[in-house]
Each structure stands twice: as structure tokens, then as C-alpha cells.
């Protein structure tokens, strides 16, 4: 028997040794085939999504393809090092070093070909389904069914090249000159592992600084401030915590002795004490991959479910059309009848549709204070007036020496303004701060004045014409304004101008979400069957051992009712701990965007990481099953 047919065998024989990594590769390989049938379909035309989308497609395949290697290597060296006394037999009977590379070599690259076929057969098989939700999902045309020949190159050789990689980065685990080692395998005993309180104190400090700071973010610039140093100190809190911290308590918990004598307690905790520690870095990986998709996920589903009114929020004019010029500027005849033919377009689109509006027609001026180091931009009163009703909001009344902020109150961040302003050499008192926008907010320090305080600024200054429409049903202007800027687009690096569409806005916002979001489940999917294999694989080693171990206690009179409660429970604590912790890191995580951006984020949360949670209960009742399966086997006393 060659080196080939014994690595087939090995694998075919030990299936089970290998089920979890196969399943594992299968559901990823399913996933990187069906994001790169969807990203290739020939009917969908990605070079007409925005830069930062097109981006955020090829980011996630670079995202995918280093964190499947990483799983796959990791996945590979643990295998591996359970498989000690197996190649020590092997090198004692002669088998070299490079024969044992090209068996490990022969049976990554057979489990990664089976797997990704699979996976592929997978995808395809639920590809119609899957393009169906996703343009609905994105609210693009149906996405009809094709054989994507590239989608099943692309996946069949990254899976291979991924197998022979790791193969190569594994060679290195397995050397000849530790024959002894290799034949002891695991059975050489491990000293209790040790723990410092100092460390263990530190990790809570860490969160407890790392928390407080999330909660204490009002606003976005204290929440980007504040990003870089609360990421990293969670990260090495939840290291610390898991290293340190879980396992000085359970060592607490053990010398309890009314506790740790009690019932079954004894065999969980003297169990855990070792396998949290030794699965530490598991562990670690597990929360922050975790917490980075459940806080990715709720972001965006938050803001998804919110971008009609953050629009609404921040563009309060159906359709505003504006251009600008400089004060004492000749306004050309030409440009002139550019703004006339804009506006008349406009205007006789939508009585053609039979659509209502309303028109607001103005100006406002950027004022260039000599002892301010910023503009001001200023409007007069009575258009103020005009716009407030045109959109039904109760306008402001103020004196002589006063003015109005149209910073609103009502954005995240703008909840304060200065009380006094200076505009034209002329300060003024702030009187009051809107609540709503009345006009876009990508106008900034702009503010109401008397008419004539208006007419009376005669520095330099520069004067932004506008046209506000607004419409009662403004789903219905879409089409308008779509029409807009197909014909005016390319003329606007010749006349400057700013056109905003509430509905087009509307519409981007959602597209921008959706595939934000698709993106982040995408990742999020990924991340979580691969760390659930992480913890399979583990299982089953340990599995291996533990069946000798509860034999020999189920000699001694141990009930299979006693270890199966053991068990659940030790099991239960390995994989639910970097869940909880996970979810307690995403709950300070949106908070902090709750309190910057101002967004409802309760029921994102509640409905992503209880989805989650739901698999993550059905998951570890199928590895606890399989894992008392097994135990069972061996047991005589019932």
C-alpha cells in the first residue's frame, strides 16, 4: 500500500475524527461560492455601484479568503498534534519525514476537493433561492439562474491552493526527533495550570475602564476618539480574562470544598480548570470574532432600518437644486438659462406625472468674518418663514439683535451651539437652536437674520441661489429626479451646482445598507461556522481521551446519569462562555453608536444575537449528544 491509498484510508476510516472540519469547509465553501456567483452574475452590473460598495465587495473576499486560511491552518495544527503517538508509530517503523509530509499533504487537499465539490453541489442546489432573496433582499431586477463556471473554478482552486499552503506551514508541528513525545501523545500528565491574581484583577479593570468609556460616548467625535484605545483594551481583557481570570475563578470555586464535593461537581471543575485554560486562545478568537459580527451585523441592520428617517432627518426638501456665485460676479447669460432649463425640466416633469408641489425659491449668503477663522452662512428671515411652512414646521420668532442656528438640534452631535455669533463685524445673540432641519444639513453654521441685517452685508461674500420643492407623496418623485440627473449630470463640472433627491437618497441609503449588511452576515457566517468547528474538533479530541477516563469512573460505580450531567455541564460552560462574553462586548459596543448617533438599536440586537444564540443552542445539543454518544459506548453500569 503506497502513501496515497494509506491517506485515503486514514481518512475514510476515521471519519468521524474529521467530520467537523469537513462540515465546516463544505458550509464555507457553499458561502465563497455563493458570494462570488452573486458578485459575477452577468446580469449584475457591479462597476455601477459606488466606489465605497465595489470596495466594500472586494474587502470582504480579502476578509474571507485570509480568515478561511487561518481557520484551515489552525484547524490543521491542532489535528495534528492530536495525532502524535499515530506518526510516532509511524516513524518507528521507518516512514520518513518527507513521507509523512506528503500524507498530510494527500489527505488536506483530498478533504479540501470533497469538501469544496460538496459545498459547490450545495450552492448550487440552493443558488436559485439564493439570488431570488438577494435581489429582493437588495431591490434589484431578478437575478436570473446561470452555471457559474468561474464561481466553481475560483472556489475548487482556492480551496486547493488553501490546502496545500497549510500543508506546508503544518510541516513544521511534526518533527522527526521528537519520536519519544509523539508515542507518549497525550497521556503525559499536565501540572495544574497556574494563574496570577494581579492579571486576573487586571482583565475586569480593563473591561470595566473599556465599558465605561463605550457608555460615555454622547457623540461621534468622542466615539471615534475613543475606537482605537476601547477596541484594544477589550482585546486584551477578553485574552486576559480567559487566561487568568476564568481560570482563578474555577480554581476558587475548587477549593470550596462543601461545593466542589457536592454531587458531580468535582469531575466539571477539576475538567475545566485544564480545558479553559488550554483552550484559552480558542476562546479568545471565538468572542472577538464573535462580537466584531454581532456588532457589525446590528450596525448595519440598525442603520438600514433607520436611513428613511435619518434622511429625513438630515434633507428635509423633497428636491433642493442650488448654485452658487461670487459676490459682484457677472452672473452669465448663459448660466442663467442653465438654471432656468434645470428648473423648468423639473417642474414640467412633475406636472406631468400629475404630481403637486410646492416651490420655494432663494438665496442665502457665506459671509467671510475678518476676526472669525470660519464662514457663515446666513438667510433672511421671510424665506425662512416660507420654507418652514412649505414643509409644515413651526417657525422661530426672534428680535433685531438676535439670529436663529439652523445647526439642528435634532442631528447627533449638534446639541450645542455658541451663544453669540459674528457676522459681518457684528455680533449677534444666538436665541434659539432649531430641532429640525429646514435645510440640508450639508449646510453648516448657517443662520437666520432679519431682512434687512441681510441686505445690509456688503463684505465679501459669496451667494448660493436655491429652488426647495417639496411634495406631499414624494415616493412619487423618484423617477423625476432619476430622469434629472441622467440628462444634467455631465454638465455639472461646467456650472457647479448641488442637486438632492430625498427619495434617490432614500433609495442609495437602502442599497448601501443592504449590501453592507449582506456583506456582514457574509463574514459573520464564516466566522461562526469556523470557530464552531474550532470547538468540534476540540470535543472530539478530548473525546478520545475522556472515554477512557469515564470508563474507568463508571467501574467504580459512576452512573451514565451522573456523567451525562457532568458533561452537559462542562460542555455547556466551553460553549456558551465566549458567546456570553461576546454578546456583553456588543451590547457596550452599540451602545456607544446608540448614544452617537442617535438610533434605536434594541430590537437589533435582540433579533441578531438571539438568532445566533438559537444556533448556537441547537449546535452544542448536537456536539453534546455526539460527544455522550460516544462516552457511551464504553460504559457497563447504567
Not at 60 to 77: E, P, Q
Not at 124 to 143: A, D, G, N
Not at 373 to 379: A, E, L, S, Y
Not at 418 to 442: D, F, H, W
Amino acid at each position: 500500500m503506497n502513501i496515497k491509498q494509506f491517506a485515503i484510508n486514514n481518512i475514510s476510516r476515521n471519519i468521524k475524527a474529521y467530520l467537523g472540519y469537513l462540515t465546516s469547509i463544505v458550509i464555507s465553501s457553499s458561502l465563497l461560492f455563493s458570494f462570488i456567483m452573486f458578485t459575477g452574475h452577468p446580469d449584475l452590473d457591479i462597476s455601477q455601484f459606488p466606489d465605497y460598495l465595489k470596495e466594500g465587495l472586494k474587502m470582504s473576499k480579502i476578509i474571507a479568503y485570509l480568515f478561511l486560511f487561518f481557520f484551515v491552518f489552525y484547524s490543521v495544527s491542532v489535528f495534528l498534534k492530536s495525532r502524535y503517538k499515530e506518526f510516532g508509530i509511524l516513524y518507528i517503523t521507518g516512514i520518513s519525514k518527507r513521507q509523512v509530509m506528503k500524507l498530510v499533504l494527500i489527505e488536506n487537499i483530498v478533504i479540501n476537493i470533497v469538501s469544496s465539490v460538496i459545498g459547490i453541489i450545495v450552492g448550487l442546489i440552493f443558488s436559485k433561492v439564493f439570488l431570488v432573496v438577494m435581489s429582493t433582499f437588495l431591490e434589484l431586477s431578478p437575478l436570473n439562474f446561470y452555471i457559474p463556471l468561474n464561481a466553481m473554478f475560483s472556489t475548487l482552486i482556492y480551496f486547493m491552493v488553501l490546502a496545500i499552503l497549510t500543508s506546508i506551514f503544518t510541516s513544521f508541528i511534526i518533527k522527526e526527533n521528537q519520536v519519544l513525545r509523539l508515542l507518549k501523545g497525550t497521556k503525559t500528565p499536565k501540572p495544574e495550570p497556574k494563574t496570577s491574581l494581579i492579571l486576573a484583577i487586571l482583565s475586569i479593570c480593563l473591561f470595566v475602564i473599556a465599558y465605561y468609556s463605550a457608555v460615555t460616548s454622547t457623540d461621534q467625535y468622542t466615539t471615534y476618539l475613543r475606537l482605537v484605545p476601547v477596541t484594544s483594551l477589550t482585546i486584551v481583557a477578553t485574552y486576559l480574562f480567559f487566561s487568568q481570570f476564568s481560570v482563578y475563578f474555577i480554581k476558587k470555586l475548587k477549593m470550596k470544598k462543601s461545593f466542589y464535593r457536592r454531587n458531580t461537581n468535582m469531575l466539571w471543575i477539576s475538567n475545566l480548570i485544564y480545558k479553559v485554560k488550554d483552550n484559552a486562545r480558542i476562546f479568545f478568537l471565538i468572542t472577538i470574532t464573535s462580537a466584531v459580527a454581532f456588532t457589525a451585523i446590528g450596525t448595519v441592520y440598525s442603520f438600514w432600518k433607520d436611513v428613511k428617517r435619518q434622511i429625513n432627518l438630515i434633507y428635509p426638501n423633497t428636491i433642493y437644486y442650488s448654485t452658487m456665485t461670487l459676490h459682484n460676479d457677472t452672473n452669465k447669460p448663459d448660466s442663467k438659462e442653465k438654471d432656468k432649463e434645470r428648473m423648468s425640466f423639473i417642474e414640467s416633469k412633475l406636472k406631468k406625472e400629475g404630481i403637486d408641489y410646492e416651490r420655494v425659491n432663494g438665496e442665502f449668503k457665506t459671509v467671510f468674518p475678518k476676526k472669525s477663522d470660519f464662514n457663515v452662512r446666513i438667510i433672511k428671515e421671510s424665506k425662512y418663514l416660507e420654507i418652514t411652512k412649505s414643509i409644515g414646521v413651526k417657525p422661530i420668532n426672534f428680535e433685531d439683535n438676535e439670529c436663529i442656528s439652523l445647526f439642528s438640534s435634532g442631528l447627533p452631535g449638534n446639541k450645542k451651539v455658541k451663544e453669540n455669533v459674528i457676522i459681518g463685524n457684528i455680533s449677534l445673540r444666538v436665541a434659539k437652536q432649531v430641532e429640525e432641519c429646514v435645510m440640508p444639513a450639508y449646510y453648516k453654521n448657517m443662520y437666520v437674520v432679519k431682512d434687512n441685517f441681510y441686505d445690509s452685508i456688503k463684505s465679501k461674500f459669496i451667494v448660493d441661489r436655491f429652488s426647495a420643492f417639496e411634495v406631499k407623496g414624494s415616493s412619487e418623485t423618484i423617477d423625476v429626479c432619476k430622469q434629472f440627473e441622467d440628462k444634467f449630470d455631465n454638465e455639472s463640472g461646467m456650472q457647479p451646482y448641488l442637486f438632492f433627491s430625498k427619495e434617490l437618497m432614500i433609495e442609495t441609503g437602502k442599497l448601501t445598507y443592504s449590501t453592507f449588511m449582506f456583506l456582514a452576515i457574509f463574514i459573520g457566517l464564516i466566522f461562526f461556522v469556523t470557530t464552531s468547528s474550532f470547538l468540534y474538533n476540540k470535543f472530539y479530541m478530548d473525546c478520545q481521551v475522556d472515554k477512557k477516563k469515564y470508563e474507568q469512573l463508571n467501574k467504580l460505580g459512576m452512573t451514565y446519569k451522573e456523567i451525562k450531567r457532568a458533561s452537559t455541564i462542562e460542555i455547556g460552560i466551553v460553549f456558551l462562555l465566549p458567546y456570553v462574553v461576546a454578546v456583553i462586548h456588543s451590547i457596550f459596543a452599540l451602545t456607544a453608536l446608540k448614544n452617537s448617533f442617535d438610533i434605536e438599536v434594541a430590537s437589533s440586537a435582540i433579533l441578531v444575537m438571539g438568532s445566533l444564540f438559537i444556533v448556537q443552542i441547537v449546535y452544542f445539543l448536537l456536539v453534546r449528544n455526539s460527544y455522550l454518544k460516544e462516552v457511551r459506548l464504553n460504559l457497563v453500569n447504567f
